[in-house]
Every structure is written in structure tokens, then in C-alpha cells.
């Protein structure tokens, strides 16, 4: 999936923590060549993500890094981000969004299941998504350009939600959320997909659930997000693609 972004703008929330999937899907769209607007709500966080990248030599020529510091949970308070990012980057209009803020958390069996959790999951996952996708869907029209959410194979017919009932709602409505801006937006040229992940070998899960599990690699998420967002997915839009895990080599 060599396929080249360069000139192209990404905005991508949820870089947050080292070692957990959006700082892959960073550094998978900074080796393409994009000019990257990274977003998480804990501004020293997402700084020390875009200082890392640019320090690794992975930002090229032509391309920049901001970050931006946000609550994604509140719509109105996420409003101003998208002109932030656009004057940031001195420009009018944005390639692709992808949506990777949230969490995962299990709630255990329903009739156990603490009504708290229930709405920290659908807060930190669905509310997250359709904040992002509003106050940014009027400059992704501008370009004709795309969003990329990140769902969990927990919210397909396959999948397996026992004991994340609200984790697995939550990503269901990203879906359904997903389906809404392809079918809306496309008359304006905007495309809108999402990846469906197995459990992906981010730090924190190697620390729940060690490092033998069946895992989806974070790279091989960032290489199909970037698929996704890029010209060779430009007949692609309201699917979702199942990503399944593998055992690590030795």
C-alpha cells in the first residue's frame, strides 16, 4: 500500500499515549507524505506524538504537523477545532478525517452491568465520532474528501460482544453514524468507511491480555485506514472492512 498522499491534509484524532493506535496511524500517514493535523484532549500528549515524528524524520518535505488539544465529547466546544486545524495549515479545506478517539471497556454481564460504564462507553466512542464528523464535514465537502472511523469487529454480525455490551453498542453506532455521512454526503462528493478491528496490539492491551493473544497489528489497521482515505478508495465508501487477528511470528 504504497500509495502517495502527499499535499494532502489529515486530521486524526485519538493520538494520545505512545504505543497505542493512533500514534501508528500517524506515523502510517506522515510516511505518505500527508500534512497531518493531530488531535487528542491532552495537549502534552498529542505534542509529544507530532515531536516524535518530527524527530524521527518522518514529516517530508512539503509537509507539516500541528496538534490541537480538544474535548471530542462536546459538540459545541469541538466547533472552532476545524478552523484551527484550516488556519493552522493555511488552508480551506480538508482531505480526510479519521476517527479514532475512544476507549475500550469491559461491562460485564448485562444484568451487572454498571449504568455509569454503559455511558462512559457510548460518551468516549459514539459521542466522540459524531462531534468530530460536525464540526468537520463542512471543510471535507469543500475538498470532495472522505472520513475513516474506527469501529470494532465486536459491532459485526460476527463479532462477539459478550461482556461489552456498551463497547459493542458504542461501535455500532459509529457504524450507523459512518452510513448516514456516506448516504448524506455523497451527493457532495464525500466518501465514508470504517475499519472493524479485532483486538489490535496497542500497549495497553499487551498489558491486559499479554503478549500471546490474537491481535490485528497497528500497522496493518493504519496501512487500510490510509487505503481508505486515499484516491485508490475513491469508488469505496459506506462499507465496513473486517480486519481479523493472527498469532505474532516468532
Known amino acids: 500500500m504504497g500509495h502517495d498522499l502527499a499535499g494532502s491534509l489529515v486530521v486524526i484524532t485519538g493520538v494520545s499515549a505512545s504505543g497505542q493506535l493512533g500514534e501508528a496511524l500517524a506515523e502510517g500517514f506522515a510516511s505518505r507524505g500527508a500534512s497531518l493535523a493531530l488531535v487528542a484532549r491532552r495537549a502534552a500528549e498529542v505534542a509529544a506524538r507530532g515531536a516524535e515524528l518530527r524527530n524521527a524524520g518522518l514529516v517530508q518535505v512539503g509537509a507539516q504537523i500541528s496538534t490541537h488539544a480538544a474535548d471530542l465529547a462536546d459538540p459545541e466546544g469541538t466547533r472552532p477545532l476545524a478552523a484551527e486545524v484550516l488556519a493552522a495549515h493555511g488552508r480551506s479545506s480538508i482531505d480526510a478525517v479519521i476517527c479514532a478517539a475512544g476507549g475500550f471497556g469491559m461491562t460485564g454481564p448485562l444484568d451487572a452491568a454498571d449504568p455509569t460504564e454503559w455511558a462512559r462507553q457510548l460518551h468516549i466512542n459514539l459521542d466522540t465520532a459524531f462531534a468530530t464528523t460536525r464540526a468537520f464535514l463542512p471543510a471535507v465537502r469543500a475538498a470532495g474528501g472522505s472520513f475513516v472511523y474506527v469501529a470494532s469487529i465486536a459491532a459485526t454480525a460476527g463479532g462477539n460482544p459478550g461482556g461489552m455490551a456498551a ?26 468507511n470504517a475499519v472493524a478491528p479485532a483486538a ?39 462499507q465496513v472492512i473486517t480486519l481479523t487477528g493472527t498469532a505474532e511470528t516468532p
Open 200 to 238: 489490535i496490539r496497542t500497549a495497553s492491551n499487551v498489558t491486559a491480555m499479554g503478549g500471546d493473544a490474537r491481535y490485528v497489528e497497528r500497522e496493518s489497521v493504519a496501512d487500510v485506514v490510509a487505503f481508505l482515505a486515499s484516491p485508490m478508495a475513491r469508488n469505496v465508501t459506506g
Open 167 to 192: 463497547y459493542a453498542a458504542a461501535k455500532s453506532g459509529v457504524v450507523a453514524l459512518m452510513r448516514a455521512v456516506a448516504a448524506e454526503e455523497g451527493a457532495h462528493g464525500v466518501r465514508a
